[in-house]
C-alpha cells in the first residue's frame, strides 16, 4: 500500500537531542501530516514551527503534491488560529456516502 518513497520523516535535534520529529504520509496528491511531537522544555525554541517550515519546503519541490493536510477543523478557537497563523485555509469538499443495498436490508431486518 506504502511505499518508503511515500513517507517523509523529519527530526530536530538540538545538542545532539531530539527535541521534535513530524511524520508525513504522501497519499496521491495530498500530503498528510500524520504525528508530530516535540519536547515540552523545547518550545520556546519553536519546534514545531520548524519542522512545518520544512515540510513546507520539501513538498513544494514534489510537483505532484497539491495539498498539505493538517487536520480537520476542530471548532477550538486556539487549535484552529494556530493551523491559520501557519498558512492553512479551510477547504470544503463534499463527503459521500455508499451504502451496499443488501447490507442495508440486513441491518434493517436486524433492528425489527
Given at each position: 500500500m506504502f511505499s518508503e518513497k511515500n513517507f517523509l520523516r523529519l527530526g530536530a535535534y538540538f545538542h545532539d537531542k531530539l527535541v521534535g520529529i513530524v511524520i508525513v504520509v504522501?497519499?496521491?496528491?495530498?500530503?498528510i501530516v500524520m504525528s508530530s511531537f516535540s519536547h515540552t522544555d523545547y518550545l520556546k525554541y519553536y519546534v514545531?514551527?520548524?519542522?512545518?517550515?520544512e515540510v513546507r519546503n520539501?513538498?513544494?519541490?514534489?510537483?505532484?503534491?497539491?495539498f498539505i493536510y493538517y487536520g480537520n477543523?476542530?471548532?477550538?478557537k486556539g487549535l484552529d488560529e494556530s493551523k491559520?497563523?501557519?498558512?492553512?485555509?479551510?477547504?470544503?469538499?463534499?463527503?459521500y456516502c455508499y451504502m451496499n443495498p443488501i447490507?442495508?436490508?440486513?441491518?434493517q431486518s436486524n433492528t425489527k
Open positions: 504522501i497519499v496521491e496528491r495530498v500530503a514545531y514551527d520548524v519542522l512545518l517550515h520539501i513538498i513544494r519541490s514534489i510537483s505532484s503534491i497539491e477543523y476542530c471548532y477550538n491559520s497563523i501557519r498558512g492553512a485555509s479551510l477547504i470544503s469538499s463534499p463527503a447490507v442495508k436490508n440486513l441491518s
